[in-house]
């Protein structure tokens, strides 16, 4: 047990894996940093960089590089998962096949699972068996890996239904540059996480057609109900969209250059096709897949998400980013108070 305590592993080794795996040893961990590539293992292990991820930064010597999965799980207790949404269910039954004892899962990824409408800490408890499973922790909050491997000033949430395991986590990360709040909302911190990223593709195409400061303000705030009105419908605290998982991790998504979604909208608004923004990328955009999903969401949920219909005809049906701006500019009257009222409703408050 001892052993276990002294070393964690990180599984991804993309921007915020690399970025998540500084802060643990900045807190005096040996990191384990797995990735499927062994010529980037071996430019972490030779070099101490991610250049393709994290250009310009040095990594700490206490990373160590793995390509072998086996070996970075063995004897390890808290496994931090930073893979994309699509990988997590092949992942895990990696994880599954080669561990030998149970082990704290915390998932760092933002995204829904289109067509099962699951959330990741669903699909890793469904893909991982009870016995090897401790508890799945969620970590998400405004951060970008960027600014996070320059040590600056970052604050997350994280959170479980074992609160525990939550409090293990925000002991494991938590330092004078990385701070740390515990949520006891489960699928209030995962929806605010996944959704912000269809938000920011919005803000991005309206930025890309010139729209300027208004339309952004007007998508975010809106964009802000829709996510809560679906979250609240699914069970989540409507307090935790005030907070660093929701409005939080929303404006950071929509107003930095840093933002993979955002850079992707702008793309759209320019006239490139999905297909080429997608390829022009290099790494993946969430807020794609996620909009599917979030599209199915309201569909089952029986809720009003315009601006998510709009980007999903935009995304998959061609719709002119322009003509969906028009759209969505061009609905009814209605009254801003209305969705306070039946949010709170929804949660009888």
């Given at each position: 047990m001892e052993e276990k305590q002294k070393a964690s592993a990180v599984v991804g080794a993309g921007s915020w894996g690399t970025a998540l795996a500084m802060v643990?040893?900045?807190?005096?961990l040996e990191v384990r940093l797995w990735s499927h590539n062994e010529e980037q293992v071996k430019e972490i292990n030779q070099f101490h960089t991610n250049k393709k991820y994290l250009p310009g930064i040095e990594?700490?010597?206490?990373?160590?590089?793995?390509?072998?999965?086996?070996?970075?799980?063995a004897n390890i207790k808290h496994v931090i998962l930073a893979v994309p949404t699509k990988a997590i269910r092949e992942v895990i039954r990696k994880i599954q096949a080669v561990v030998t004892s149970p082990i704290t899962i915390t998932h760092v990824s933002k995204g829904i699972e289109p067509d099962t409408l699951m959330r990741i800490s669903e699909i890793i408890k469904e893909e991982m068996p009870k016995e090897l499973l401790d508890?799945?922790?969620?970590?998400s909050g405004p951060s970008h890996a960027e600014e996070v491997s320059l040590r600056h000033p970052t604050t997350v949430a994280v959170t479980s239904e074992?609160?525990?395991?939550?409090?293990?986590?925000?002991?494991?990360?938590?330092?004078?540059?990385?701070?740390?709040?515990?949520?006891?909302?489960?699928?209030?911190?995962?929806?605010?996480?996944?959704?912000?990223?269809?938000?920011?593709?919005?803000v991005g195409i309206t930025d890309g057609l010139g729209y300027g400061d208004n339309a952004k303000a007007a998508l975010m705030t809106r964009g802000l109900a829709e996510i809560a009105r679906l979250g609240t419908k699914m069970g989540a605290n409507p307090l935790t969209f005030s907070g660093l998982a929701g409005i939080g991790d929303l404006i950071v998504t929509c107003t930095s250059v840093h933002s993979r979604n955002?850079?992707?909208?702008?793309?759209?608004?320019?006239g490139k096709t999905l297909e080429e923004v997608l390829d022009s990328m290099g790494m993946v955009v969430e807020g794609v897949r996620t909009t599917k999903a979030a599209y199915q969401l309201a569909e089952k949920y029986e809720v009003k998400m315009p601006i998510t219909r709009v980007l999903y005809d935009v995304l998959f049906n061609g719709k002119n980013a322009k003509d969906g701006v028009e759209v969505l500019m061009g609905r009814s009257k209605t009254h801003e108070m209305e969705d306070l009222v039946n949010i709170l409703d929804e949660r009888h408050i």
């Open positions: 643990l040893a900045d807190n005096g990594l700490p010597e206490l990373i160590v590089g793995y390509a072998s999965l086996s070996d970075a799980l508890a799945v922790v969620v970590l074992n609160m525990e395991a939550a409090e293990e986590i925000q002991d494991l990360f938590i330092n004078h540059n990385f701070r740390v709040y515990t949520n006891s909302d489960v699928i209030g911190v995962e929806i605010g996480g996944a959704l912000k990223n269809i938000i920011a593709l919005a955002w850079r992707a909208g702008n793309l759209l608004g320019k």
